[in-house]
T-cell receptor, first 115, second 115 residues
């Protein structure tokens, strides 16, 4: 079956611009996560959705970052007034159910470059 | 706080060599421990996991044992292949976060296998 998909695969933007990154989770997965991976580092947690609501947004670095999941499926990560330091790979993962023992499945990521 | 420290790479080995990638963690309670792998051009995949002390996770010839006394989860494989070339991430999910289950990753170890 289809895995987690993310679009676009690459995004180049200029400092100060607004960007949206999209995640399509595995069908039926109620849990959705966003992570950010800087070059040479491991992914870092940004935000977690269970259904439509953001259950934990403690990883968002500041108020320029926002994410939505209005129908409990597709999610969009939104970054306002982008800065060069926002350049990274943005990963989305989805998980079935609520058990922490269920595997999180990762998408291929969106590489964001802010010039 | 919770953190994961793993062996810095890159690690270069010849085919059929023995592999060890060291990983230690800091966490309260009893976290679940994981190894993820990222093959070139692909998304993160779960390689193996262990959810309690003395558990051994295994998959594709790789093994890791959850050692609470040394807070370690070292990855081993007896005979590596060229197809094992990838970046390996040690990770944990802290206990007590059963609804969020955000993954905390190490910085990754790049493994290259020479034919």
């Amino acid at each position: 079956g289809a895995g987690v998909s993310q679009t676009p695969s690459n995004k180049v933007t200029e400092k100060g611009k607004y960007v949206e990154l999209r995640c399509d989770p595995i069908s039926g997965h109620t849990a959705l996560y966003w992570y950010r991976q800087s070059l040479g580092q491991g992914p870092e947690f940004l935000i977690y959705f269970q259904g439509t609501g953001a259950a934990d947004d403690s990883g968002l670095p500041n108020d320029r970052f926002f994410a939505v999941r209005p129908e409990g499926s597709v999610s969009t990560l939104k970054i306002q007034r982008t800065e060069r330091g926002d350049s990274a790979m943005y990963l989305c993962a989805s998980r079935a159910g609520t058990s922490e023992y269920n595997e999180q499945f990762f998408g291929p990521g969106t590489r964001l470059t802010v010039l | 706080g919770n953190s994961v420290t793993q062996m810095e790479g890159p690690v270069t080995l010849s085919e059929e060599a023995f592999l060890t990638i060291n990983c230690t963690y800091t966490a309260t309670g009893y976290p679940s421990l994981f190894w993820y792998v990222q093959y070139p051009g692909e998304g993160l995949q779960l390689l193996l996991k262990a959810t309690k002390a003395d558990d051994k996770g295994s998959n594709k010839g790789f093994e890791a044992t959850y050692r609470k006394e040394t807070t370690s989860f070292h990855l081993e494989k007896g005979s590596v292949q060229v197809s094992d070339s990838a970046v390996y991430f040690c990770a944990l999910i802290p206990s007590g976060y059963s609804s969020a289950s955000k993954i905390i990753f190490g910085s990754g170890t790049r493994l290259s296998i020479r034919p």
